[in-house]
């Protein structure tokens, strides 16, 4: 069974192995505490609880929430919902950004987890659309998009940029 979880204290060993193997940016999915040792990284799961009200964030920043995605025991996938848009955001990243683990991958894990992230941040979504920035090479993150209803709103040199309206 896939569910998403917020970061939390309670899994910190499972989440510190998940994110101990992500780079720090694969296809423009940040990892911003790349590298972190495990003996630092309660600090990392504290900023991650953070995010979630705004606290200690860099200026600018809006709040976010870290789910982990998890397939019973494990976690296979990290997702990040920004909770609103701001200028930079509307313009690049957008809302959503997800990551999921090599070993995991082309099981259908980021369609079927962002088709839950949609479900568990429809009440909190701030505009009417999501908007999700992929590079344009990157197929399987854009298929995971249209996979969930979305449709490409426009796209420049590098990105697509997508958008999924919110369902009521
Ligand atoms: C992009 C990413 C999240 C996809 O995760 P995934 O769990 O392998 O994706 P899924 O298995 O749900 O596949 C989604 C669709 O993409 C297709 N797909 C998967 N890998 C693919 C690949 N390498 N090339 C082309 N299509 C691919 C799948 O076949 C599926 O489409 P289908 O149902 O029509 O067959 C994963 O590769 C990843 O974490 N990449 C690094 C981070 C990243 O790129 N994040 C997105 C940018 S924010």
Redesign the pocket.
Same mark, same amino acid.
């Given at each position: 069974m896939l569910y998403l979880m917020q970061a939390n204290y309670k899994d910190i060993v499972k989440e510190y192995a998940f994110t101990d193997k992500m780079p720090y940016d694969? +296809?423009?999915?940040i990892y911003e505490w790349h590298g972190t040792k495990r003996e630092d990284f309660e600090d990392v799961i504290g900023k991650m609880i953070d995010a979630r009200s705004g606290i200690g964030l860099p200026k600018g920043y809006v709040p976010e929430t870290f789910y982990f995605l998890w397939r019973g025991e494990n976690i296979v @996938?990290m997702f990040r919902f920004r909770h609103y848009l701001c200028q930079s955001l509307e313009n690049g /990243?957008g809302h959503? @950004?997800? $990551?999921? @683990?090599q070993e $995991?991958? @082309? &099981? %259908? $894990? /980021?369609? !079927? %987890?962002l088709r839950l992230l949609l479900e568990e941040t429809k009440e909190s979504l701030v505009e009417d659309e999501y908007y999700?920035? /992929?590079?344009k090479n +990157?197929?399987?993150?854009? &298929?995971?998009v249209l !996979?969930n209803g979305g449709y490409i709103h426009h796209s420049d040199d590098s990105n697509v940029y997508l958008r999924i309206k919110k369902v009521h």
């Open positions: 694969e +296809n423009g999915f @996938g /990243a959503i @950004g997800y $990551y999921i @683990g $995991y991958r @082309g &099981k %259908g $894990y /980021a369609a !079927k %987890g999700i920035r /992929a590079h +990157n197929i399987a993150s854009q &298929k995971t !996979k």
